[in-house]
């Protein structure tokens, strides 16, 4: 069923030659190989060091003692080079806690990211191959329900949830998690663009069912729609703050972001140990995951959201 | 090609069998005509798919926000317990001087850092399409990274740099002499304004990027021919181009504003007394008037009045361009 699609040669007019100017070492230059601008690359730059001089700081910051911490200048490392002292303190204080905070965010965003993903992928697919009695009202209420406040929700959420007797339990931050209305808009989208209307009429011919057509025929075309909407759900997941804020009052339940910001807050409190040289560390430990995964994955999430352009 | 059924299955029995011409002609007619049948009949088999999405999403947003226009109507009292008060609650909103400042500020912070972090974004975004950069991919990951990291890390970095006692701003007072003081109640907004735009410039950026890269690289080679400079190009057809995601990423930046909560509610233990209050933002104060203040229904009335503003706020913005995208 692949037809291939030779790009048609391009003829190259007297005229567009003229545009295409010829550099002393032999490069062609045009609009589509302009000559680098040191001048911009410098002004952008400027804008990259803002990005990343936080992340810096962070880094440096992590390999101090917390005396050093407060002695010595920000931008400079310390007198020791407490990094691995750190780590294994992040791994050991309060009975270890911080492995299991580090435990229960990977749970969160295994059961609730990985569902959200699969339900976006169906729903997606849905909206963008069927007609569908309540398919206008799906999009309109997805889309209002954007709007409003996460508070409004998670007021009555809670609520509900304390009535189930699930508040309290990972469920409570769960069951929230797998809705993701980008991840649903991307994979409408990528299902719209990549999965053809023949090759699933052919599919259907062959006396596939729904289900089949849908696991063996659709779901090969959409990597890279996958991809994009898992990333984006995991960096949700993983960064979720207000939800298990709420829900959770347990702290062997927590995610990390929660931990780190009751560690951060213990050294405010009358008779609190400061343990700020933890909180940089156990920073330091739970973004480096997630800058990882984009770097690898780079191709996939950038091209993914290319394509959710074209829509818009 | 939207109906899906098997044509003849549902047709009409035609004269199936019947060898020769005239019975396929038979055939090939009955099932055109079933098929347009089928194109009136409800395809329910959508649903299949959207049903588990559909399902969750009733119960974690329109039971919950149901719940809440309902619980909004009631005051829980000593005696008596939970009461019908009518529009007791929205009365009392109304003139709440707290919730108002609240709005205030969200408001004052969507003016200022909305347009700041879309014009950074949309800046860099056509210093990425311009192909004029030196080392490319890594201004586009490095530039994305901001996002990737948690609201409260980025929280706790920035507000410990800000910190005069031994941030960095007490670092560089204590070298030149100077007394700045990013955490200041007069400067708190714009120290969150910061933050917030460290957040989100990237991912502004990355989709504006996106948009741009949908624009066919022969039309610059045709602008080029027509002898339009950079400049030209830029207005001409980039800008353009990018107006039609710009709707959407105002949308969401001004949703995203109104509804700040994370950024000040961690700063709040990083900053001296009462720089950032309970009723900082509208969020923050109805999560501490149910969290930790008991009224539930008042803040259930809170959380309706800002949904509310919000939705008409986006709607002002051009809500329609977004139902535009429904074919």
Same mark, same amino acid.
């Given at each position: 069923?692949?037809v291939?699609?030779?790009?048609a ?29 040191i001048?911009?690359t ?14 810096a ?12 911490f ?18 294994s303190?992040v ?12 435990l229960?965010?990977v ?24 007609? #569908?009695?309540?398919?206008r009202?799906?999009f309109?209420?997805v ?15 809670f609520?509900l949830?304390?009535?189930?007797g ?11 998690s ?11 989208i990528?299902a ?6 023949e090759?699933?009429?052919a ?9 089949r ?6 779901l ?6 996958i ?13 979720n ?11 062997s339940?927590?995610?990390l972001?929660?931990?780190l910001?009751q560690?951060?807050k213990q ?25 990882i ?16 352009a074209?829509?818009? | ?11 009409a ?11 396929t002609?038979a055939v ?9 049948a089928?194109k ?14 559909a399902?969750?999403?009733?119960f974690?947003?329109i039971?919950?926000l ?5 619980t909004?109507f ?10 019908f008060?009518g ?7 109304m ?8 709005v ?9 850092q ?21 080392g ?5 990951v490095?530039?994305f990274?901001?996002y990737?990291?948690?609201?409260v890390?980025a929280?706790l970095?920035?507000?410990?740099i ?5 941030g ?25 304004t910061?933050?917030v735009?460290w ?8 989709i ?19 002898g339009a ?21 105002i949308?969401?930046s001004?949703?995203g ?9 961690i700063?709040?233990?990083?900053v ?7 009723? #900082? ?7 501490n ?20 503003l ?7 913005v051009?809500?329609?361009s977004?139902r535009?995208?429904?074919k």
């Open positions: 069923m692949t291939s699609l030779k790009p040669p391009v003829p190259r007019s007297r005229s567009q030659r003229a545009t295409v100017s010829r550099s002393r070492r032999g490069i062609l230059y045009g609009p589509n190989n302009p000559k680098k601008s001048t911009l410098v002004l952008a730059g400027f804008f990259i060091v803002y990005c990343l001089f936080p992340l700081w962070l880094v440096i910051n992590s390999t101090k003692s917390q005396q050093d407060t002695s010595t200048f920000g931008l400079n490392f310390g007198k020791s080079f407490a990094l691995f002292d750190n780590i303190e791994f050991s204080y309060q009975d270890g806690i911080f492995g299991r905070w580090l229960n965010t749970i969160f965003v295994v059961v609730g990211a990985g569902g959200a993903v699969l339900l976006s992928v169906a729903g997606g697919y849905a909206l963008a191959k069927f007609r #569908f009695p309540g398919k009202a799906i309109l209420i889309i209002g329900a954007v709007s409003v406040p996460g508070i409004a929700l998670a007021v009555p959420q609520l949830f304390a009535k189930m699930l508040t309290n339990t990972p469920w409570a931050v769960i069951i929230p797998l809705i993701q209305p980008f991840g649903l808009y991307l994979m409408w990528f719209g663009q990549a999965v053809p209307d090759l699933m009429e599919a259907r011919m062959d006396g596939a069912g729904d289900g057509t849908f696991f063996q025929v659709a090969p075309l959409l990597p890279s729609g991809v994009t909407t898992a990333l984006f759900a995991v960096v949700a997941t993983w960064n703050y207000f939800l298990p804020l709420i829900m959770l009052k347990d702290q339940w927590y995610p972001t929660i931990g910001n560690w951060n050294g405010g409190v009358a008779g609190g140990e400061s343990v700020q040289n933890l909180v940089l560390t156990g920073s330091l430990i739970t973004i480096v995951p997630l800058i995964v984009f770097i690898l994955l780079q191709k996939y999430w950038q091209s993914g959201l290319a394509a959710g074209v829509k818009e | 090609m939207t109906t899906n059924a098997t044509p003849l299955s549902a047709g029995p035609g004269p199936a069998g019947t060898a020769g011409p005239a019975g002609a090939s007619r009955s099932s055109r005509s079933s098929r347009k089928h009136t009949a409800r395809d329910w088999r959508g649903w299949k798919f959207m049903g588990p999405f399902l969750v999403f009733l974690v947003f039971v919950p149901v719940y809440a226009i309902y909004s009631f005051q829980s009292r000593l005696v008596g317990g939970e009461v008060v529009w007791d609650n929205y009365a009392r909103l003139k709440d001087a707290q919730f108002w400042s609240g205030g500020r969200v408001v004052q912070f969507t003016v200022i909305v347009p700041i972090m879309l014009i950074l974004a949309a800046a860099f975004a056509l210093a990425l399409d311009s192909l004029r950069l030196h490319m991919r890594f201004f586009r490095a530039v990274l901001p990737t990291i948690p609201a890390v929280t970095m920035w507000g410990f800000y910190g005069s006692k031994y960095l701003v007490g670092n560089i007072n204590d070298l030149f002499g100077w007394n700045l003081d990013l955490l200041d109640h007069n400067v708190i907004l714009l120290s969150l910061n933050i735009t957040e989100f410039t990237g991912y502004n950026t990355i504006f990027f996106a948009a741009l890269t949908t624009i066919p690289r022969s039309l610059y080679e045709a602008a080029a021919i027509d400079n950079e400049f030209r190009v830029i207005r001409a057809i980039k800008l353009p181009e990018l107006k039609g995601s710009l709707v959407i990423t949308i969401f001004i949703i504003s109104f509804q700040l909560f994370n950024e000040p509610q700063l709040q233990a990083m001296p007394g009462n720089t950032i209050t309970t009723y #900082f933002t509208p969020n923050m104060y109805a999560y008037l149910s969290f930790l203040g008991g009224q539930a229904n008042y803040a259930a009335a809170l959380a309706i009045v800002m949904a509310l919000t939705m008409a706020v986006a709607y002002l051009q809500w329609r977004l535009g995208q429904m």
